[in-house]
């Protein structure tokens, strides 16, 4: 099934779903008054009917013009905004309960690229985690305000991890670098302010293979298909000491 044919398929289950909600419209108004869940359902009920309208129109103009993607595209924002809106509603809700202010949600990867969601985050000014495994690896990326502030991976490939580009771009020695980690073996500290403290690196250095690190997280990340993408909120510090990165230059590079 192609990317065309699974997005049918949601538009054709929301069809349904609306179908099925309208037979009960009728007891539910009769609640509404009294009842924010009602309320709420009913609201819902109207944004999807908007939105699938919406798409309608959006694809029926592309195919008067010869052509599919540009459809393919607006359904695909139109969901994902639809999850954003669901968070925003979720948050506003429990505001006055600490306990409950997290918040998520999975992107399936038969809809959504992990591009897809990573632009939408950044679009929509979420602040939260992203959580993507494959079969290898588990990636970590934490955005504030839709800014991304790092990203990680929990088992970097060889030629990947921090102290082999430092060795490669002739930070530090290898020899000096397996010394180091055999010493600092039990330290839970992060290696690169570990060896900014040992004065084995500078910032900049630090930095640079930082940089190269999270390019080279980024191709494999990208790669991955039919992979789902997790997001959690998490409450916006009130600082950031961090520089954020560049997201854009990152999916696009």
């Given amino acids: 099934m192609n990317a065309h044919e699974r997005l049918n398929r949601i538009l054709r289950a929301a069809e349904q779903f609306l179908e099925r909600a309208e037979v009960h419209m009728p007891a539910l108004e009769l609640w509404a008054n009294d009842r924010i869940e009602e309320k709420d359902f009913l609201t819902a009920i109207s944004h999807l009917q908007h939105h699938l309208a919406k798409v309608k129109k959006q694809q029926m103009r592309v195919k008067m013009a ?12 139109l969901i994902a905004l639809a999850f954003m809106n669901a968070v925003d509603d979720v948050e506003a809700s429990s505001a006055a309960s600490p306990a409950a202010a997290e918040v998520s949600m999975t992107f399936p990867g038969a809809v959504f690229t992990i591009a897809d969601v990573l632009r939408f985050i ?5 602040t939260g985690i992203v959580e993507v495994s494959s079969s290898n690896e588990q990636f970590t990326l934490d955005f504030v305000a839709g800014e991304l502030m790092s990203a990680i991976s929990d088992n970097n490939p060889p030629g990947c991890r921090l102290g082999e580009i430092l060795v490669a771009q002739g930070t530090v020695t290898q020899e000096r670098l397996d010394a180091f980690l055999a010493y600092h073996r039990e ?8 060896l900014m403290e040992d004065s084995l690196a500078s910032r900049e250095a630090i930095d640079r293979a930082i940089e190269r690190q999270t390019r080279d997280l980024f ?14 909120t998490k409450p916006e510090p009130e600082e950031v000491d961090e520089v954020p990165l560049n997201l854009g230059e990152l999916l696009y590079h």
């Fill in 187 to 194: 330290d839970k500290s992060r290696i690169g302010d570990a």
């Fill in 66 to 77: 010869g052509g599919q993607s540009n459809a393919d595209v607006s359904t695909r924002t």
């Fill in 219 to 232: 191709q494999r990340l990208l790669v991955l298909e039919d992979v789902d993408v997790t997001f959690t």
């Fill in 122 to 126: 950044g679009s929509t000014r979420k």
